[in-house]
């Protein structure tokens, strides 16, 4: 089992800038991706930036150039750095770490942090 701990969100006014950050512990892989989804009211969970622990990363368009997910191995934790945020950037940011054994996938979420873009 894997659990993760997020941290870092809130109110921020528009062109702000806000870094979230997530821990995870337990049977964590030696490969793995950990990254960072949002949902606003009424819509879907969509990704917002990923990792993996080689390095890759994956940025939705509405984000790139603003926001920026790096990670840190040795502590297992990921972190999302997001400037110019704009009201639509307001949601509950979840963390998501996903692993594989052989065939098995595994992946496990957060709890979710509160983002809030308003002036």
């Known amino acids: 089992q894997v659990q993760l701990v997020e941290s870092g969100g809130g109110l921020v006014q528009p062109g702000g800038s806000l870094r979230l950050s997530c821990a995870a512990s337990g049977m964590i892989f030696s490969f793995n991706s950990m990254g960072w989804y949002r949902q606003a009211p009424g819509s879907q969970r969509d990704l917002v930036a990923t990792m993996t622990t080689t390095g890759t990363t994956n940025y939705a368009d509405s984000v790139k150039g603003r926001f920026t997910i790096s990670r840190d191995n040795a502590k297992n934790t990921v972190y999302l750095q997001m400037n110019s945020l704009k009201p639509e950037d307001t949601a509950v940011y979840y963390c998501?770490?996903?692993?594989?054994?052989?065939?098995?996938?595994?992946?496990?979420w957060g709890q979710g942090t509160q983002v809030t873009v308003s002036s």
């Open positions: 998501k770490l996903e692993q594989s054994l052989s065939v098995i996938r595994y992946e496990f």
